[in-house]
């Protein structure tokens, strides 16, 4: 083995042994965080529980009886809303509607507008 | 001796197995999933094996173009499983609410008649293959959209993922 060689050999060896010792200070505080993504931290929100006034497709309203279709129409078309009480100013509701949407109030949830969501916002074409 | 007669056995033994083995096999409707809700006060009503047969014929004749399986082609969102059927306004799950229905259809909500949009007996004229259905035949059928559940599960209303 020439004297070359086995230098050469050092220095791999040297670089091999900073690569895992920055590997094993680097590494570990970057997997320390939990990764979530923007929708997952939305479902997280009263989006993921309630119906959104200001998020949730038509198609989610049908969870409830009474609000699918006429209702969810109204309601997504006269988003945004500020908080779930303002449901009822929606114009021209007959005395009917106002009752069923006074009976669901506690089913309603307001959250930020989520642009992300895009058409997902009117139908997220999931059918069965 | 042996070798001659193992061939007329076997056939004899497969041909009284036939015999035996069809009728058992044979799906029949028992009482139980024959009966049904017949109004929201909790009564029901147990269908004939006739009654139910005609109601799959004429469900199958009358609403299967849209209503196949269960589903609604036009709008995939509301079905005719009991889910949906339940959630609807009014609750459309028992005999007499269906057969209203196939009288006077109703939006979802209920908030509107939809007579023009949906067969019925109210509009024959426009639903002409409406006409010939009976007091008993809209019974028949209610019946049968709610015995399917119970035999196909989530096959009825599922969607197509569970054909």
């Known amino acids: 083995m020439s004297k070359m060689q086995s230098w050469w050999r050092w220095i791999s060896l040297g670089c091999c042994l900073l690569v895992g010792i920055l590997g094993f200070w680097g590494g570990p505080p970057a997997l320390a965080a939990e990764p979530i993504n923007k929708m997952d931290a939305k479902l997280a929100s009263p989006f993921g529980q309630k119906l959104d006034l200001n998020n949730t497709n038509v198609n989610g309203f049908s969870r409830y009886p009474g609000l699918y279709p006429t209702l969810a129409r109204l309601i997504v078309a006269n988003a945004p809303y500020g908080k779930v009480e303002d449901v009822l100013a929606i114009p021209n509701l007959t005395e009917r509607q106002k009752e069923v949407l006074k009976a669901n109030l506690d089913n309603f949830a307001v959250t930020e507008p989520e642009v992300m969501l895009g058409w997902d916002r009117i139908n997220n074409g999931i059918y069965r | ?163």
């Open chain 2, 1 to 163: 001796m042996i070798g001659k007669l193992i061939g007329p056995v076997l056939c004899l033994g497969i041909w009284l197995w036939t015999l035996l083995a069809t009728p058992a096999q044979a799906i029949t409707l028992d009482d139980a999933t024959r009966t049904v809700a017949l109004n929201d006060q909790g009564e029901t009503v147990t269908l004939t094996l006739r009654e139910a047969e005609r109601g799959k014929q004429l469900f199958n004749a009358k609403c299967g173009t849209c209503h196949v399986g269960g589903i609604t082609k036009t709008n995939p969102v509301v079905g005719l499983d009991p889910e949906s059927l339940a959630l609807a306004t009014p609750p459309r799950n028992t005999v007499e609410a269906l057969v209203d229905y196939m009288k006077n259809p109703t939006t979802y909500d209920g908030l509107q008649e939809i007579a023009e949009l949906h067969p019925s007996l109210a509009r024959t004229d426009i639903y002409p293959k409406m006409r010939d259905l009976t007091e008993d035949d809209l019974y028949a059928i209610a019946g049968h959209i709610l015995i399917q559940p119970k035999i196909r599960g989530i096959q009825w209303g599922g969607g197509k993922i569970y054909y």
